[in-house]
C-alpha cells in the first residue's frame, strides 16, 4: 500500500513540478559535468572577483560570449598545445652540442668524454646472425664472448 504524503511533502513535490513546468516553458535546461578541483577552484574565484551572485550567471555569460565570437576565433581558441609542438631540430641540437663543447673546453679541468652506447636487453644477441657463429660456440645469456664473426641486430 502506497504512503499518504505528508503536508510539507505534497508542497515540496507541487513546488518542484512548478519549477520543472516553468523551466520546460522558458527551455532551460539542467547540464551536470564532472570539473576538475582546480578549474572549479579557478571559476569560484572569477566568480567573486567579478561580482558574481551564482555560478550560473558566470556560466551564461561565458557561453553568451562564445557564441558573439567569430566562426575563426573560437577555432583558434580551442587549439590546444600539445607536447610535440615544442620540437628539437637537428641542427638546434648540433648548436646545443656545439656551445656546450666550446663552454666546457674554456673551463680547464672539466673532462669532455663522448656519451657511449648502452646495450639494452632487446638489443641483446639471442640467435646467431652469421654463418661463422655456430650455436654451441654462444651462450644467449649475454654472460661470455661470442667467437666468431657476428651481426647484430637493427633495432
Known amino acids: ?92 641540437a648540433r648548436q646545443f652540442n656545439e656551445a656546450s663543447m666550446a663552454e666546457l673546453r674554456r673551463n680547464p679541468g672539466d673532462e669532455i668524454q663522448s656519451p657511449t652506447p648502452v646495450s639494452l636487453p632487446s638489443q641483446r644477441l639471442t640467435q646467431p646472425h652469421s654463418k661463422h657463429l655456430k650455436r654451441e660456440d654462444a651462450q644467449l645469456d649475454g654472460t661470455s664472448s661470442y667467437r666468431g664473426s657476428m651481426t647484430w641486430p637493427s633495432g
Not at 555560478?55 to 551564461?60: H, I, S
Not at 580551442?78 to 615544442?86: H, Q, S, T, V
Open 1 to 92: 500500500m502506497a504512503e499518504e504524503k505528508t503536508g510539507v511533502a505534497k508542497h515540496s513535490a507541487d513546488y518542484r513540478a512548478r519549477q520543472k513546468a516553468r523551466a520546460k516553458k522558458l527551455g532551460i535546461e539542467k547540464v551536470f559535468f564532472n570539473m576538475p578541483e582546480g578549474i572549479k577552484a579557478a571559476m569560484a574565484a572569477e566568480i567573486e572577483r567579478h561580482g558574481y551572485e551564482q555560478v550560473q550567471e558566470l556560466w551564461q555569460d561565458l557561453a553568451l560570449s562564445w557564441i558573439a565570437q567569430d566562426p575563426e576565433e573560437r577555432a583558434r581558441r580551442l587549439e590546444r598545445p600539445d607536447a610535440p609542438a615544442f620540437y628539437i631540430s637537428p641542427k638546434l
